[in-house]
């Protein structure tokens, strides 16, 4: 431990973070079904500019770090830059290889349970040990410290924004199942946010 910083804890957001990426690459980007917050924010930009989401998700998230950090303090921020660097190294290994599943793009709905899935573990994950892997989970959990929102609807909120701009490239009929994979990730998030840890790290979360 080093101030307070746990070096399981790194380990975990880095791990956690690159099984996020690995989803959004292997499921999102080639499905047409999106995610909302940064997550779909990164694929936005990766469609109008074609900035990779290696770059785009690591400058999104730090700037809404900087959000969190004055509410949450600096085990959050440290926690959530190990994951936002765990998540662009894991999304820049994926883009060296073809996707595993390119038949996804033509199964909506298992995309979306599947894109649920990764997002739901991955950054349930992080967030339960007090981190974030991209800016709009840091949002989401400024947000539920200041309102005590239930984050999963925190997350439905901010995703919604998101997605309704993802229209200009995803068609319509897919927004549908873009609103399921939120809805379904957001939910999973809230689930893993209820395991419990052992008593010696509680006081550290």
Known sequence: MLSGIKI???VIAVFSSAFLAFGLYQVHSVSGVTEGGVLGATLLLEQWFDISPSISGFLLSVLCYLVGWKLLGKSFLIYSLVSAAGFSLGYRICEQFDPLWPELADLPLLASF???LFVGIGAGICVRIGGAPSGDDALA???????HIK???VYFMCDVAVILLSMTYIPASRIAYSLLTVVLSGQMIGLVQKIKLPK???NDI
């Not at 959990?141 to 309102?147: A, C, G, N, V």
């Open 8 to 10: 399981k804890y790194c």
């Open 200 to 202: 010696n790290d509680r």
């Open 114 to 116: 599947a894109g649920a």
């Open 141 to 147: 959990m400024s947000i539920s410290h200041l309102t």
């Open 151 to 153: 984050i999963q609807w």
